[in-house]
């Protein structure tokens, strides 16, 4: 089947990929980026599944609830309950769903319902050009880095590394998400956690960042991001220390991480340390990052753990490593 007629079938219409056709990557222009509308009470947001799959149906009752308190009327995706192995539905199924979304002009905001694996699947069948004439809040976390990263460098449009439908909204996670997205805030985030420093220091950049194992994916992509000058954020799930030692190392020889201004490492949930003769997370940061000389915090509330701070792609902060803290230096929604 010709490209046009796949494309015309499923609805996706015309796909521009500026990138995409030397599949390297480019200079994000920063100057340029394109804040999307804040939500509102009353604003109708979409819940999307672009990854993996909710089984339980409680849960999306659950999500319905969490978003309704917050003042939003919610709808789902044609295809959030739809199952395609370990994906909820097939490529062109997941991608149409958001394509849609960012298109309907009755949709204000966009949530993924979850992550798990299946985003960078669905790239060459979104409508970038449509996405940057319709630009919305799309927010999530996990394997959504892919996307996170995809629209910043595609688009423009800053996106954010935040809850996920499914994700508990604890108090600090709905603080967040409200300060950020709903009242256009520029908030100190302070984790409930115990921050430690590991090099002290104050410093202002780009926040750039998401899943550490997501993020390494990206390199050589046209998604990779542009990390000069940026505080890059990672966190992490299930993951030995050595491979988070090699994923470190790979950012590190990809040129990743020898520009950048700062850096802050959330948790890493049900990351197993065995101690012993094996190093420690911390000893591994300390090897990759000390050299350095650059302000660096582990243990932020960016994680997979319930308590998750909403953070936009691609805005100005400043990282205070002496207090443990970082906060928005402009607004990320208008």
């Not at 298109?103 to 905001?109: F, H, L, M, V, Y």
């Amino acid at each position: 089947m010709k490209r046009s007629h796949f494309l015309k079938t499923f609805g996706l219409g015309a796909v521009s990929l500026p990138f995409m056709k030397s599949g390297k990557p480019g200079k994000t222009d920063y100057s340029s980026l394109t804040k999307p509308k804040r939500l509102q009470p009353g604003d109708t947001v979409a819940l999307t599944a672009p990854a993996g799959i909710v089984f339980e149906e409680t849960d999306f009752e659950r999500m319905q609830t969490e978003l309704e308190s917050l003042g939003f009327k919610v709808v789902f995706g044609n295809y959030v309950r739809e199952r395609h192995g370990y994906f909820s539905g097939t490529d062109e199924m997941r991608a149409r769903d958001l394509n849609r979304f960012f298109q309907d002009s009755s949709i204000d905001g966009i949530l993924a319902v979850r992550g798990g694996w299946g985003c960078a699947r669905i790239l060459p069948l979104l409508d970038f050009d449509a996405i940057k004439e319709n630009p919305k809040v799309y927010c999530g976390f996990s394997d959504n880095t892919t996307l996170h990263h995809a629209l910043l460098a595609y688009t423009g449009l800053i996106s954010f590394h935040g809850p996920n439908g499914n994700s508990e909204w604890t108090d600090l996670t709905r603080g967040s998400f409200k300060k950020v997205v709903m009242d256009g805030d520029m908030p100190v985030f302070t984790s409930n956690r115990s921050v430690k420093t590991l090099v002290p220091g104050r410093t202002e950049g780009r926040l750039l960042g998401g899943n550490l194992t997501i993020l390494t994916t990206t390199l050589g992509t046209a998604y990779q991001p542009d990390t000069e000058g940026a505080i890059l954020f990672v966190e992490d799930i299930g993951e030995p220390v050595y491979k988070i030692d090699r994923m470190l190392t790979h950012l590190r020889k990809a040129g990743l991480i020898s520009g950048i201004k700062g850096f802050m490492f959330g948790g890493c949930t049900n990351c197993l340390e065995t101690g012993g003769a094996n190093f420690t997370i911390e000893q591994v940061l300390r090897d990759h990052l000390e050299p350095l000389g650059v302000p660096v915090i582990t243990g932020v509330d960016i994680s997979h753990d319930p308590d998750n701070f909403t953070v936009p792609q691609g805005v100005m902060g400043r990282l205070d490593a002496d207090t443990g803290t970082f906060e928005l230096l402009e607004k990320a929604v208008v």
